[in-house]
């Protein structure tokens, strides 16, 4: 689990029920199903109008990384990369076809079958860095759905909003009904809102920022991959990838 992401909403939203109930209020009185209603199936056609359908689907996909942590350990790359330049350099780059099987990173697959049967260096630098270019592309798509969905939803909470005043006003004889209608009309406000600012744009940020990690770490895999092919010495491989690292992550150990 994604720390963080856990951590900021238990704190924020135990923070406003917190205030809620110091103020003397009852939870009861801010959850609304036809609110809710109203402002996420709001927020999802609007969303469905901007985007394609199947960009929608890969986000509602996406939002789980939100709240996983999976990562790769960047040290554990750079040792691999080094024994398998270790190994290129004693037996050849053909003898790494044996280890195409063990990889389970799709990318670093790709690139080291590629550089196994031969392709040239700056051809394989040009193919890689194309689908890396539109993995950036697709991911950015991803995010701005969620940002998206974050603009949306405090409008469509003011539409909850304005729908709950049109009843209320048709109960103006009764003043304790007007007063009960006010507090569950603003109610469609405060969940448009607060899922905009706790949900939908800290999501499409830690996604941005997920995005552009898995990135750093697949250009420094192709770094490596056409080092090997190039025949590096893996001291200055190994030298040459720590670069890509930033100081906390050389102070890390290295995951199991």
Same mark, same amino acid.
């Given at each position: 689990?994604?720390?963080?992401?856990?951590?900021?909403?238990?704190?924020?939203?135990?923070?406003?029920?917190?205030?809620?109930?110091?103020?003397?209020? !009852?939870? &009861? @009185? +801010?959850?609304?199903?036809?609110?809710?209603?109203?402002?996420?199936? /709001?927020?999802? *056609? #609007? %969303?469905?109008?901007?985007?394609?359908?199947?960009?929608?689907?890969?986000?509602?996909?996406?939002?789980?990384?939100?709240?996983?942590?999976?990562?790769?350990?960047?040290?554990?790359?750079?040792?691999?990369?080094?024994?398998?330049?270790?190994?290129?350099?004693?037996?050849?780059?053909?003898?790494?076809?044996?280890?195409?099987?063990?990889?389970?990173?799709?990318?670093?697959?790709?690139?080291?079958?590629?550089?196994?049967?031969?392709?040239?260096?700056?051809?394989?630098?040009?193919?890689?860095?194309?689908?890396?270019?539109?993995?950036?592309?697709?991911?950015? !798509?991803? &995010? @701005? +759905?969620?940002?998206?969905?974050?603009?949306?939803?405090?409008?469509? /909470?003011?539409? *909850? #909003? %304005?729908?709950?005043?049109?009843?209320?006003?048709?109960?103006?004889?009764?003043?304790?009904?007007?007063?009960?209608?006010?507090?569950?009309?603003?109610?469609?406000?405060?969940?448009?809102?607060?899922?905009?600012?706790?949900?939908?744009?800290?999501?499409?940020?830690?996604?941005?920022?997920?995005?552009?990690?898995?990135?750093?770490?697949?250009?420094?895999?192709?770094?490596?991959?056409?080092?090997?092919?190039?025949?590096?010495?893996?001291?200055?491989?190994?030298?040459?990838?720590?670069?890509?690292?930033?100081?906390?992550?050389?102070?890390?150990?290295?995951?199991?």
């Amino acid at each position: 689990m994604d720390k963080s992401t856990i951590g900021g909403i238990v704190l924020a939203g135990g923070g406003i029920l917190a205030g809620l109930l110091i103020e003397g209020g !009852k939870l &009861a @009185q +801010v959850v609304q199903p036809t609110a809710a209603m109203i402002v996420f199936g /709001g927020t999802l *056609g #609007a %969303v469905m109008v901007q985007f394609p359908l199947p960009v929608v689907k890969q986000a509602v996909k996406h939002l789980a990384h939100v709240f996983l942590d999976r990562s790769q350990d960047p040290k554990a790359i750079i040792r691999d990369m080094v024994g398998y330049a270790v190994r290129a350099r004693k037996d050849g780059i053909v003898s790494l076809d044996s280890e195409l099987e063990k990889i389970t990173d799709p990318f670093l697959k790709k690139s080291l079958m590629l550089a196994v049967d031969g392709t040239e260096p700056q051809e394989l630098r040009k193919m890689m860095e194309l689908e890396l270019d539109n993995q950036a592309e697709h991911s950015e !798509k991803v &995010a @701005q +759905v969620f940002e998206s969905a974050g603009g949306f939803a405090p409008t469509i /909470g003011i539409i *909850g #909003a %304005v729908l709950g005043l049109i009843q209320v006003m048709q109960h103006l004889q009764n003043i304790d009904e007007v007063g009960r209608g006010i507090a569950v009309a603003f109610v469609a406000t405060i969940y448009g809102v607060g899922s905009a600012n706790l949900l939908f744009l800290p999501a499409s940020g830690k996604l941005k920022i997920k995005s552009r990690d898995e990135q750093v770490l697949q250009e420094m895999t192709l770094e490596g991959v056409i080092s090997i092919l190039e025949g590096m010495n893996p001291r200055m491989l190994e030298t040459k990838l720590l670069g890509y690292l930033h100081d906390q992550q050389l102070e890390e150990p290295v995951k199991a």
